[in-house]
């Protein structure tokens, strides 16, 4: 009866797997105990633990639940639970364990708790409480575990904990305590798991903490505690196996008797004082996998500061080394190749001299190598080229002479290469070019020469830096036009010549062009207005001639253009970047004009521009009298074209597409629309592979074939040729060629040819066939996922913002987003699309032809309602479409229902919960995500010590969920039900490439 009076379905607004259902009002005694989550003692039948664990419950929690007298266990973790911890529960006498951790609960910890004096665990690990830890919780005599990690609790940690002799697990980290560590604390006899990262205490650690011989994790990183760790520690805590006191201000030497230690596997003693030399016997400890060492002031650069490497020989499960940024000198020993189960090993900002030892070449399983600010000698290790699980490698600021070695061409896995600082010569190696996941290629300030040949340069760079060199020869059109996701081109201070090659403005990204101190010459390329992101652009001290474009002042992002010393001429424009005297440098060109007067530069002479005027206009004339020759010999042969067809088709709209084909061309390069190449069908028609074009020429294309009895199909058809017929963008599917004519039964037939895309739709990749074994390998990486939402942002920002018209696609949504070879994202079918210009007087007559504008679970809920299409419905569409790319989970998922959709499902994640509702394939590392989805009560500790683990150790996982939480942010701000509060696409673009940029700038240091 008590179990009814609890009232806590009432208190549940969202229950998505239904487990709730079987509580109802009319069952008798016995079958309350059946009810889900819900167990009874045996004798007397009542209550005795409720176990709701894991189902996503949204909500709060009942303060009925005060009722359920003879509970025991309360176990609700892993849910989005929201609002305080009831009161009420302090009435629970006999409650045991009280677990509620990962959930969203705001306020104070009950200072009553202590009422409930069975209690052996409280774990409200990772909510949102606040307030001070309550001093009464030190009266608890049988508590064993206490977890309030990872909230947002202040003050100091109460001396009165270590009056709770029965506790085994304190774990108190991410919150923002200050002040000491209470001496007290070293009472507890029983203390297993000590845990205080991240907060703010500072002072000397009690010496009494380091005679608990039982503690297995001790963790006191990231504060501002002092002093040195007692020589003994390793005998007095013989049972350690995770140490870790990183980010402090400790000092002294490490102390020599730490591998009696026998246990320890991490160990964390980076960003503190610490001097002298590192203990020859750390090899003795033959668990250790984790070793960070880093930025000390260890060492003495002397040849005996690297002897310590010797004796890690014997540990054979050691994964992860750093020692960078402290005194090592001397050289690198031959014993570093007995780490062979190394994966990252991280040692630049030392005095590290002499060769690169050939031992080296037996860690072959890295993926993390940073020789960088060192001495080293000699040339790169041709067996580099080995290293195939080689993810970053950073040669920088060494002494490193001779050709680049062609081997690191080999490594597939390469996202970063820093070679620059050296002494390097001879050519970029053209090997570089089969490099396909290099994103990040610095080799500059070397001694390089001789052209960039054919095929060098990767098209997936991102960061390309060859400054300082003596490079010469042209850049080639198709290998900057290939440089699509380029950020920042800095081939300044070298020896190449020729034009700026057009395609220049294929590179849409860019953001940091810098060409200054070459021999380039010729007009600056119109094509520089196409990059809308560009902020750096320095030109200067080349032979550049000819007039300024104007439209540069209509790049909006532009903070730095430095045109100065070359031969330009003419009028200086005014606007944009052109108002900030400081932004702009246009000296050493004698011939320029006009400007702010803060430029001082001359006046533009009128009379030169009346010739120029003058000379205009004349062309203007000869030009309007040839193209009035050419419309009236048009019209006569359109007029003699039509009189001769016996059957006049429909009247296509205007467009520039190329020459239109015949049905029987369409025909025959599809098989005869054989099932074998349909690519897919939609509601307006399907698509068929073909080829056309002769062997040597031939092109695979994609024909969509309208399906003229579907009722909008002919509408659809022209508000695709309107919206494709005038628009170019990298990330839109080029259309290709069209026809519009009678099929072979007499019938009426419309079909668009469009650039086949060779990785197909973004669909498949996001939700794989579980019947195609090829659909079922397929994966999306992190990186892959942020440059597809890039790309499809890039792409409507261009539709919204530089299109003329502007246009609205109506119908974004992961099938309509088609990938290339190299994965860059292509937005297609435009079957709904409206032209902004004229959306008002048409609408009404679209929307009654073709419905709804868009598909359901993308459509803005305005559409819903008769709202005209907007810019805001797109981007209403794509914040969507970001959250199911991140998530894995469609907006028509049956878990969706009334106002619980994608978009609530994030924000109610966010931001504690969020690592819950990412795809699982993007959990890394993988121990992470078994420790998020631990269950039972006892595992609740160990769980906590991993993950501790985890982030202590691994930066990269960080980052990650950074980068990953600012994503949902954005595909949250973007699908807000109020229109005018959604984002814009630019501003979309601009966090994007701040968040891959920080993604990317962090990945290779570890």
Known sequence: MELRNCKLPESISNDPDDILSSWNNNASIDNLCNWHGVKCGRKHRRVIALDLQGYALRGSISSFIGNLSFLRLINLQDNFLSGEIPLQVTRLFRLQQLILANNSLVGVIPSNLTHCSELRVINFLRNKLTGNIPVGLGS????????????N????????????????????????????????????????????????????????????SSLTTFSIGINQLHGTLPANIGITLPNLQFLSVSKNKFSGPIPVSLPNASQLGNLALGQNNFVGQVPNDLGSLLDLKWLSIAENNLGSNSAKDLDFLASLGNCTKLKTLYF??????????????????????????????????????????????????????????????????????????????????????NLTQLVS??????????????????????????????????????????????????????????????????????????????NFSGEIPITIGDCLRLESLYLHHNSFQGKLPLSLTALVDLKYLDLSANNLSGLIPKDLQKISLLQYLNLSFNSLEGDVPTEGVFRNATAVLVTGNKKLCGGIPELKLQACDNKVKKRAKSRASRIIIILSGVLGFILFSSILVLYRRKKSEKKSSSILPKTDLLSKVSYKELYQVTGGFSPSNLIGSGSFGSVYKGVMGQEERSTVVAVKVLKLQQKGASKSFIAECNALRNIRHRNLVKILTCCSSIDYNGNEFKALVFEFMPKGSLEKWLHPDRGNHENESRNLNLLERLNIVMDVASALHYLHDH???????????????????????????????RLLSVADDVSQNQTSTIGIKGSIGYAAPEYGLGGEASTQGDVYSYGIFVLEIFTGKRPIDSMFQDIFNLHNYVKMALPERFVQIVDPKLLKPRELNEIETATEEEDVIEAEEER???????????NIQKCLLSVFEIGISCSLQAPEERMSMGEVIRKLHRIRNTYLGTGHHG
Request: charged residues 15%.
């Open 948 to 958: 501790i683990q985890i982030e202590d150790q691994s930066q990269m996982n960080a």
């Open 324 to 409: 960078q940024k402290n005194n090592f000198g001397g050289n690198l020993p031959n014993s570093i190749g007995n780490l062979s189960q190394l994966q990252v090993l991280i040692l630049d900002g030392n005095q590290i001299s002499g060769i690169v030892p050939a031992p080296l070449e037996n860690l072959i399983n890295l993926t993390l190598l940073s020789l960088a600010e060192n001495l080293f000698t000699g040339i790169i290790p041709t067996y580099f080229g080995k290293f195939q699980k080689l993810e970053a490698l950073d040669l920088d600021g060494n002494r490193f002479s001779g050709k680049i070695a062609s081997s690191l061409g």
């Open 153 to 212: 609790l202040t003050g100091g940690i109460p001396a009165s904990l270590g009056n709770v002799s029965s506790l085994q697990a304190l774990s108190l980290g991410i919150n923002n305590f200050v002040g000491n560590i209470p001496d007290e604390i070293g009472r507890l006899k029983n203390l297993f798991f000590f845990e205080v990262i991240d907060n703010g205490l500072s002072g000397t650690v009690p010496y009494s903490l380091f005679n608990l």
């Open 803 to 833: 299109s003329e018209p502007p246009i609205i696609h109506c119908d974004l949504k992961p099938s309509n987003v088609l990938l290339d070879t190299d994965m860059v994202a292509h937005v297609s079918d435009f079957g709904l699309a």
């Open 417 to 494: 290469l820093f070679m620059s600082q050296n002494k390097l010569e001879g050519s970029i190696p053209i090997s570089f070019g089969k490099a396909k996941s290099l994103q990040e290629l610095d080799i500059s300030q070397n001694n390089l020469t001789g052209a960039i040949s054919k095929g060098t340069l990767s098209s997936q760079l991102r960061v390309l830096n060859l400054s300082h060199n003596s490079l010469s020869g042209t850049l080639r059109p198709e290998e900057v036009g290939g440089l699509r996701s380029i950020n920042l081109l800095d081939v300044s201070n070298n």
């Open 140 to 151: 608890f005599e049988k508590l064993e575990y206490l977890l309030i990690a990872v909230n």
